[in-house]
């Protein structure tokens, strides 16, 4: 199995910024891709950012430009720098890897909330 363990949400002002980071420990074999979903009151879940082992990224249209994800092979560990931050970017967030540990699968971390204040 994999564990997935957030930390770094908060409450925060509009325009400020919080980083987040998730460690995913475990017999893992290897992890493909890496990244945050968020999940707003009365929403469903929505991809935040995910960034393959090779670099590669893909960004919500809502948050290019605002937000940066970075990803450490070694470590197994992924984080997201928040910027300018709005109040519609308030969620749990959740760290998702898609891992090799007793086969191929996804797992979540426990979720960690956001809120912007306006």
């Known amino acids: 199995q994999v564990q997935l363990v957030e930390s770094g949400g908060g409450l925060v002002q509009a325009g400020g910024s919080l980083r987040l980071s998730c460690a995913a420990s475990?017999?893992?074999?290897?992890?493909?891709?890496m990244g945050w979903y968020r999940q707003a009151p009365g929403k469903q879940r929505e991809l935040v950012v995910v960034?393959?082992?090779?670099?590669?990224?893909n960004y919500a249209d809502s948050v290019k430009g605002r937000f940066t994800i970075s990803r450490d092979n070694a470590k197994n560990t992924v984080s997201l720098q928040m910027n300018s931050l709005k109040p519609e970017d308030t969620a749990v967030y959740y760290c998702?890897?898609?891992?090799?540990?007793?086969?191929?699968?996804?797992?979540w971390g426990q979720g960690t909330q956001v809120t912007v204040s306006s």
């Open positions: 960034i393959r082992r090779g670099g590669t990224t």
């Open positions: 998702y890897c898609n891992a090799d540990a007793t086969g191929w699968r996804d797992y």
């Open positions: 475990g017999t893992i074999f290897s992890i493909s891709a």
